[in-house]
């Protein structure tokens, strides 16, 4: 196994996942790259779309490409690249094409990791803080904008993700309304009105539901020491945020994409 593996998610906002592979190589870990981009499974106006942010890709020597004919769907891609993640590194990054790093983001997350690695109170790191819930510099609820932990830390949850996934919707939505107790809700409903409960009660998404089996286990996680990722996933593409100016204040805290490069 490799010591370090930056995991990057693009599909066909290749502007955005050009700006991301442009942070990581100004910091020198281009090379640690593990990039995966979905598929347009035949569709033609998916077609130039993703072959536009293959060639992003193909611009950046990263360490491993993993580009897609089929369109599996974020949820099966990250899915999959956990099952591949932990096989294959010690120390993970996840970054999803909208969430920029600033230029010391892999540094730090490496530093915060060694610093949780044998906690075993703590699953995760994440570099975008909800800016609530966080006194103490841990959070009880998952953030999934730019987070990482161990493959021996994730390794446990990726199977119980994979058959939560495998689930009817029904069987799904009956394991989570048993599950929210009211003291996993206290541990899970800290970001209002972001709470991961509503969705949890609604649809699977891996998440909320890895939020959900982490709280389980009365894990937390920790915000690094500083802000190192900028969620940007806002506006023209975004497929939840659109120009509401209430997604730039807590707990979403996104930012327009035009703006990356003053935080970088």
Known sequence: MKDFGILVFGHTRATLLGDLLESIDRQGAISSVDLWIDGYQGKTELKNRVHIAQKVGNNYDVGVRRYHHGQLGFRKLMLQAMQSAVSNYEHILFLEDDCFPTRNAVSIFREELSSIENDPETFSVYGHPFLMAED?????????????????????????????????????????????????????????????????????????????????????????????????????????????????????????????????
């Open 136 to 264: 103490s510099g841990y959070c009880t609820r998952f953030q999934g904008w730019g987070w990482a932990t161990t493959a021996d830390k994730l390794a446990p949850y990726v199977d119980r993700l994979v058959e939560c996934y495998s689930m009817s919707e029904q069987d799904y939505l009956d394991f989570t309304r048993a599950a929210l107790t009211p003291e996993i809700l206290q541990r899970l409903d800290v970001t209002p009105p972001r709470q991961p409960s509503y969705t949890l009660k609604t649809f699977f998404a891996w998440d909320e539901t890895l939020a959900l089996l982490t709280a389980m286990d009365a894990k937390r996680h920790k915000v690094t020491r500083e802000r190192v990722i900028f969620n940007c996933g806002m506006g023209d593409g975004s497929a939840h945020f659109g120009e509401d100016q209430k997604y730039l204040n807590p707990p979403f805290n996104i930012i327009p994409h035009e703006r990356v490069w003053e935080v970088f």
